[in-house]
């Protein structure tokens, strides 16, 4: 077959496929409106998906009259992925789930993940080795044959040669890929979490109608996504989007990146966290010391808005001043970028709403509104503790040529 009309063939299927996931159910002819091919096209692609098992008929679309059509759906269970999380702040989250993110399995694990003299990165992707066969060995034999990639969402810069760069664990350059994939004989797919998470977000919008996105996480660390014409944007060295370090105060405090008063130092959750700490110690927010019984193992995102709520004077103007730094930094985002929407995630934002109200304000004060820009401001769909749907779309995005082609 001409390459061309191969090529054209695959698109199509992906645009097919990516209908039918993102509706749920969806009928032939939806299908024919939606992509503008012929209604003989879609038999046909949809009947090489069909034989494959990638989707199965089920059920009548009832909304139309007449003669009822057979519904579309992805078929979740064609095959299963194994989700890794490491996390610099809290345990390692291993998962086994279906295509679509629903949790077989999963186990949190303690690793050190800081690489010092004694915890070597050798040692340390040893470890994290171990803990990964370990855990897929214990699966049904039913679920492991059928497990046929890994996803890792990394909490530092993955480069175009998917060694990864972090600064807070102390990763230079780490080949985490390869080694995983000759150790344990699977295809292994790393990105940063925050494009993790943007991919499924990006899953939920109508990409004819807003192809300029920009998604900023901030947690862990504070990571921007920038989506333009629908395609993500990755930069020279794949390092786009490393706002956290970007400088909102020239003379702030000093950063673990070496620089003063950046971003993540006023909005990043970790340090927002740390300043609520220093109150308690200093005596300065009794109602947050209570709701935590005075024990500073109990602090977390959630206290904070409740001591705010309770009337915590010092918790709120820590709260409303993270809020104001990052309005001044979506402002300047909105600025630069000019997008059809801001989608800002993470514990804080889903926690509460006054960090987020607060933001928002800021930001259209500071908006430059000549053409008056009416920017889409919005929470994520993906929630914190569902980080593992966001993993396994990552992962579907990888493998659905080779699904397609009938290599797996």
Not at 87 to 93: E, G, N, Q
Not at 302 to 318: F, M, N, P, R, V
Request: aromatic letters at 6%; one cysteine or more; glycine letters at 6%.
């Amino acid at each position: 077959m001409n390459p061309a009309i191969l090529n054209e063939k695959v698109n199509n299927t992906k645009r097919i496929l990516e209908l039918i996931i993102q509706n749920g159910s969806i009928s032939r002819p939806s299908l024919a409106t939606l992509t503008g091919l012929s209604p003989a096209t879609i038999t046909n692609l949809t009947l090489n998906l069909l034989n494959k098992k990638i989707i199965v008929e089920r059920g009548k679309d009832e909304s139309t009259l007449g003669r009822k059509a057979n519904l579309l759906e992805f078929n979740n269970k064609y095959a299963y992925i194994v989700g890794v999380r490491p996390s610099p702040y809290f345990p390692t989250d291993l998962y086994i789930s279906d295509l679509m993110g629903n949790v077989i399995d999963k186990q949190s694990i303690k690793i050190n993940l800081k690489v010092d003299k004694q915890n070597t990165s050798t040692v340390l992707v040893n470890n994290l080795i171990s803990s990964i066969k370990k855990f897929i060995d214990k699966a049904p034999n039913s679920i492991y044959k059928k497990i046929i990639a890994i996803g890792i969402a990394i909490p530092g810069i993955v480069n175009f040669n998917e060694s990864i760069y972090s600064p807070l664990l102390n990763w230079m350059n780490l080949p985490l890929k390869g080694t995983i994939e000759n150790a344990l004989g699977i295809p292994t797919f790393l990105e940063n979490i925050a494009r993790v998470k943007s991919i499924y977000e990006t899953r939920h919008i109508d990409k004819e109608k807003d192809k300029n996105i920009i998604y900023i996480s901030l947690s862990p660390g504070i990571g921007m996504v920038n989506f333009f014409d629908s395609k993500m944007i990755k930069g020279k060295h794949s390092i786009a989007g490393e706002i956290g370090h970007m400088t909102l105060e020239p003379d702030g405090p000093k950063c673990y990146c070496g620089n003063r008063g950046c971003f993540e130092l006023y909005c990043g959750e970790d340090n927002i966290l740390k300043n609520a700490e220093e109150l308690i110690l200093k005596g300065k927010s009794p109602i947050l010391a209570s709701i935590i019984d005075n024990d500073l193992e109990n602090l977390d995102l959630k206290s904070l808005y409740e001591a705010q709520e309770k009337g915590d004077i010092e918790i709120h103007t820590l709260l409303t001043t993270a809020g104001k730094y990052l309005g001044c930094a979506l402002a300047n985002i909105a600025n630069s970028f000019d997008p059809d929407r801001l989608i800002i995630s993470g514990g804080i934002i889903e926690k509460g709403d006054l960090v987020y109200n607060c933001a928002v304000e800021e930001m259209r004060k500071r908006l430059f509104d000549i053409y008056s820009r009416d920017i889409k401001v919005e929470k994520p769909v993906l929630k914190s503790q569902e980080i593992i749907k966001a993993i396994a779309a990552f992962t579907l995005s990888k493998i659905v040529d080779q699904m397609i082609s009938g290599d797996i």
